[in-house]
């Protein structure tokens, strides 16, 4: 535990040091050059006239500028990144293949890592690198969420909002700004041109939220609980530190901050400080229409893979593809485990599992079709597994592996694809080369098998169909269960297949 909080105490340190270069003047200074304020102003009048006007809502003229400024922010200013680069020449999307060294003037704005890409046709490099600094921002305009919420914040602190950088230890940052109108903190998402929707993340995104810090340059506050309405969950999940470890680290943190503070001003602070601690213990029920949706930016296959697409679309979610990524390529295999347990698909040749990016949150978010399936936990046996849905005569699931557009093909297949059957169950396990070819092999269900595939296919899809003898849609629906797994088994994969790579002939 020990060595945990010194890496979690290192990341507050690292995220506090970031938040600091927010309070060079010269640097405010630029970007309020580059925002329109006159257009601003007069944009927050309109929105205050529509709010009281169309909703009945009495909104501050402040609180109106955030909301003009974040959505002058995302339509005009700022630009998302696609996960790839567009070579100038070809015009056409580059291909990952690693990462590069920064260059010393990129180390310069806080690069501390280049994304390289190849253009398809011409071959030519491309270099992202992942800039942190926000004046280099300024010129860029262009990145993920990282470079968002960077310059989003330095806009907020350039027009003279109280704004606070907030982390999300599970993959994401966006920025806070406090509201004296409302007396408290407004969650901003620069990324989706959101404000104050803090549950967004849980129940829209399906985030399993651990630890949620906001930094400005005299505070430090652990706002976890304002982004969940599932407590109990979350604390289950915060396993990086001790709780008391936390708060007495975050005390100690703000303490040094205020002490110099002359005393009104410090009295001020720490009232603040306690009102918004004690806004924590009551759990908000209700959830907006607007926290129900799924993530809108990046690709569709991205967010399909984190899981992000949003309650609503869960039963539609299909058309994801496995491919290669440029560990696989390079290492001439692709591997994908799935753990009915955790829910979770995994990528690595690795025996042990280490979660990368590219792992799939979700059974249905790693599927390219599916009928009539859901997962089911037996919390009284501890089990968990895919089952046809109640009521349906039967279900069916293809899992699509393509490796075309790396210019390989499948060169051998080893796969591990459990099921199992009781009374009148029926349930069949195949492969099949390319999408619409022919069976290469039917699995047992039982056994891991190895074999060479004939001719040079580039896809093969892994197909399950689950039934009933008898035909008894409501009784018999348990009788036939893919990837059966204890829940608390973590470490084993149900599936698991290897696919091994050759160049294409």
């Known amino acids: 535990m020990e060595r ?18 927010y309070e ?80 010393a003037e990129e180390q310069r ?47 907020c602190i350039a027009l003279g909002f109280k704004t606070r950088y907030v982390l999300d230890w599970t993959d994401h940052v966006w920025t806070e700004v406090f509201s004296d109108a409302q007396q408290k903190w407004l969650h901003c998402d620069p990324c989706e041109g959101i404000c104050d929707r803090p549950l967004l993340y849980e129940a829209g995104w399906n ?78 029920k209700e959830i907006s229409d607007e926290e129900r949706q799924g993530r809108t930016s990046g690709s569709v296959e991205w967010r399909r893979a984190r899981g992000e697409l949003g309650e609503s679309s869960k039963e539609a979610i299909t058309g994801f593809v ?18 009915t347990a955790t829910d979770m698909y995994y990528r690595g040749l690795e025996d042990d599992v280490i979660p990368g990016n590219d792992d799939v949150k979700g059974w249905q978010n790693g599927v390219n079709s599916m009928t009539s399936v859901f997962r089911k936990e037996e919390h ?11 009521g349906t005569e039967s279900g069916k699931i293809t899992w699509i592996f393509d490796v075309s557009e790396c210019g390989c093909e499948i060169d051998e297949v080893s796969v591990r694809a459990l099921f ?42 892994l197909t399950a169909s689950l039934g009933c003898k008898k035909n008894d849609k409501d009784n018999c629906w348990q009788h036939s269960q893919i990837f059966r797994q204890p829940l608390d088994n973590q470490n084993y994969y149900p599936l698991d297949i290897t696919v091994k790579l050759k160049p294409k002939k």
Not at 249 to 263: A, G, Q, R, V, Y
Not at 322 to 339: L, T
Request: glycine share 6%.
């Open 4 to 21: 945990k909080e010194a890496q979690f105490y290192g990341k507050l340190l690292s995220s506090y040091n970031h938040v600091l270069m």
């Open 24 to 103: 060079d003047t010269k640097l405010q200074d630029l970007y309020l050059s580059h925002i329109p304020v006159v257009e601003l102003q007069g944009r927050a009048e309109e929105i205050k006239k529509e709010k009281f006007e169309n909703e009945g809502k009495t909104m501050s003229l402040e609180d109106c500028l955030l909301l003009a400024l974040l959505k002058w922010f995302k339509s005009d200013f700022f630009h998302g990144f696609t996960r790839s680069l567009k070579c100038d020449d070809c015009q056409m999307q580059g291909t990952a293949i690693g990462g590069g060294v920064a260059t």
């Open 109 to 155: 704005w806080g690069a501390g890592r280049v994304e390289l890409y190849q253009c398809p046709k011409c071959k030519k490099i491309m270099r992202f690198p992942r800039y942190n600094h926000p004046q280099k921002l300024l010129e860029t305009r262009i990145g993920r969420c990282g470079e968002w919420a960077n310059a989003f914040t330095m806009c």
């Open 207 to 284: 985030k399993k939220l651990t630890y949620i810090i906001a930094f400005a340059k005299n505070q430090i506050m652990d706002v976890t609980w304002r982004y969940s309405n599932k407590h109990e969950e979350v604390r289950k999940r915060r396993n990086e530190c001790r709780e008391t470890w936390l708060v007495l680290t975050i005390s100690t943190f703000n303490k040094n901050f205020l002490d110099p503070l002359p005393k009104e001003q410090k009295q001020k602070a720490e009232i603040q400080n306690m009102k918004e601690l004690v806004s924590f213990l009551s759990v908000k």
């Open 322 to 339: 496995f491919k290669p990524n440029e560990k696989d390529v390079q290492a001439g295999s692709m591997r994908v485990r799935y753990s």
């Open 380 to 390: 009284d046996w501890k089990m968990s597994y895919l089952a046809r849905k109640e």
């Open 420 to 461: 199992t059957t009781f009374e009148d169950g029926e349930a069949k396990m195949e492969l099949k080369e390319d999408k619409d070819g022919g069976i290469i092999k039917i699995l047992d269900g039982i056994s891991d098998t190895t074999f060479k595939p004939s001719g040079h296919p580039v896809i093969i899809k």
